[in-house]
T-cell receptor, first 111, second 113 residues
Framework: DAKTTQPPSMDCAEGRAANLPCNHSTISGNEYVYWYRQIHSQGPQYIIHGLKNNETNEMASLIITEDRKSSTLILPHATLRDTAVYYC????????????FGKGTRLHILP | SAVISQKPSRDICQRGTSLTIQCQVD?????MFWYRQQPGQSLTLIATANQGSEATYESGFVIDKFPISRPNLTFSTLTVSNMSPEDSSIYLC??????????FGPGTRLTVL
């Protein structure tokens, strides 16, 4: 079973920041938080991951609470092309660990 | 990163037949996985394709229904056997190095009549 809880859907106005929450209250010390997204009719795309520090890359920022029980993915300036299903995943960093997907959040960017 | 191709990209098959899906990666990878995504649903892991040994299947999936081959570090196949309409899904290949990101192929859209 997925170890994360996400809202089923969210709306965000184009040009505004999209903040996608994720709860992972049972996360273990060796588990990372990963975010993927799936644009319609495509395979999932890696966005970002982190352990306990906040992370930023060219796509997004990841804010992880101090207790690591929740996190927020931030798309700073959402565009229509960011409309997708966003998956928050908890995963241990070892050779054999696989990605188990939950239901994700369907993000609609509104013009 | 990795460039992953899948063949066929889509197919329409008759009940009772089998289809073999190919996954080709442009570089050697440690891990290869097969996922299924039923209409309107999230992705479900079918199995881990192990090079040189039998695949490791997740609960609810068996080798007789979904035989998998992985002859080398860049190629794998998934066969969907004795198909029924319930097997209509997108089948995705995924690869990684067991250390960081995991990359996904474009998927194979299967419709079973």
């Amino acid at each position: 079973d997925a170890k994360t809880t996400q809202p089923p859907s969210m709306d965000c106005a184009e040009g505004r920041a999209a903040n996608l929450p994720c709860n992972h209250s049972t996360i273990s010390g060796n588990e990372y938080v990963y975010w993927y997204r799936q644009i319609h009719s495509q395979g999932p795309q890696y966005i970002i991951h982190g352990l306990k520090n906040n992370e930023t890359n060219e796509m997004a920022s990841l804010i992880i609470t101090e207790d690591r029980k929740s996190s927020t993915l931030i798309l700073p300036h959402a565009t229509l092309r960011d409309t997708a299903v966003y998956y928050c995943i908890v995963r241990a960093m070892n050779r054999d660990d696989k990605i188990i997907f939950g239901k994700g959040t369907r993000l609609h960017i509104l013009p | 990163s990795a460039v992953i191709s899948q063949k066929p990209s889509r197919d329409i098959c008759q009940r009772g037949t089998s289809l073999t899906i190919q996954c080709q990666v442009d570089s050697q990878v440690t891990m290869m996985f097969w996922y299924r995504q039923q209409p309107g649903q999230s992705l479900t892991l079918i199995a881990t394709a192990n090079q040189g040994s039998e695949a490791t299947y997740e609960s609810g999936f068996v080798i007789d229904k979904f035989p998998i081959s992985r002859p080398n570090l860049t190629f794998s196949t998934l066969t969907v056997s004795n198909m029924s309409p319930e097997d209509s899904s997108i089948y995705l290949c995924s690869v990684g190095w067991g250390n960081n990101e995991q990359f996904f192929g474009p998927g194979t859209r299967l419709t079973v009549l």
